[in-house]
């Protein structure tokens, strides 16, 4: 049975302690869990890799960048925010994984907090996540992407990228303990990717029709996108007459994901709390 901490400020500092180490096991929990599945870490740190390749390449002799310019360099931070949203699939398979098996329904009768279970499990994510988007920035720099507005700008665009992750993940914690079978989660994955290819990460969204050109240009995707063009220097960041969203994208993806954490992750964890009622 959960213990209940006081309603004191030492009591919620007690609580919100708990909740970090219980959150920190989760994480731990997950990491040494990937020791029997190292597929799993190993395609998804190669995967980014493949992506630049394939899109780089294959498509990048074929498409014009606004403005002229590199399209390898247009093309990474539209990659960048991709993997972001892989972040949902990769969560909800996990959680999806877990709460068929009985793990979550195990979680549930420790005294734990009950937050630390999907926090613990945004945080694994983060966490190779980021070794993933390391594994990016090396692959870009070997195949011509370059930083040119200094390093604070840099680390200010992954900051936005990781932010991004971590909230698109409680989105997939959710739906993943909603769906709760590992067969209809993975059936659910191709799903996603619209998101992403929906927005300016590969093309220019003007030369879409109208009605698209608006779900691309308000995509948040297309937000955290056109922020990291601008942060990094590369060459597609949106001049003249475009939607609000890429007027100010930087703003625009802290709101979106803001907005996102405060929707998904209350949802979540009274999702898990009420889990099998």
């Not at 059936?187 to 030369?207: D, E, I, R, W």
């Not at 996108?225 to 960041?237: E, I, Q, T």
Request: charged share 10%; glycine share 10%; hydrophobic share 50%.
């Amino acid at each position: 049975m959960a213990l209940h901490a006081p309603a004191t400020p030492a009591g919620r500092l007690g609580r919100l302690r708990w909740t970090f180490t219980d959150g920190c096991t989760v994480v731990w929990r997950n990491l040494v869990q990937l020791k029997s599945q190292p597929g799993e870490l190993v395609g998804a740190l190669i995967f980014p890799a493949i992506l630049i390749v394939l899109f780089g390449y294959v498509f990048g002799s074929a498409i014009k960048v606004p403005g002229g310019g590199n399209y390898r360099e247009y093309l990474m931070p539209g990659l960048f925010a991709m993997t972001s949203i892989t972040s949902f699939m990769t969560t909800m398979l996990a959680v999806a994984t877990d709460a068929s098996k009985g793990v979550m329904d195990r979680f549930r009768s420790m005294p734990m907090a009950r937050s630390a279970v999907p926090f613990g499990q945004v945080g694994g994510d983060i966490l190779i996540g980021a070794l993933g988007m390391v594994i990016m920035v090396g692959c870009g720099l070997a195949v011509g992407w370059r930083i040119h507005d200094g390093l604070p700008k840099a680390l200010a665009a992954f900051g936005l990228l990781i932010l991004l992750r971590y909230a698109i993940s409680w989105a997939g914690v959710l739906c993943g303990l909603l769906v709760k079978n590992e067969e209809t989660a993975d059936q659910m994955v191709p799903l996603v990717f619209p998101v992403s290819m929906l927005s300016n990460s590969f093309v220019p969204t003007a030369g879409m029709p109208a009605w698209l050109r608006v779900i691309a240009d308000w995509n948040p995707v297309s937000a955290a996108v056109a922020a990291c063009r601008g942060l990094f220097g590369n060459p597609g960041a949106p001049t003249g007459d475009v939607a609000l969203p890429l007027r100010h994208p930087v703003a625009a993806t802290l709101l979106w994901s803001g907005l996102l954490l405060v929707v998904f992750v209350p949802l979540t964890v009274r999702r898990f709390r009420t889990l099998n009622r």
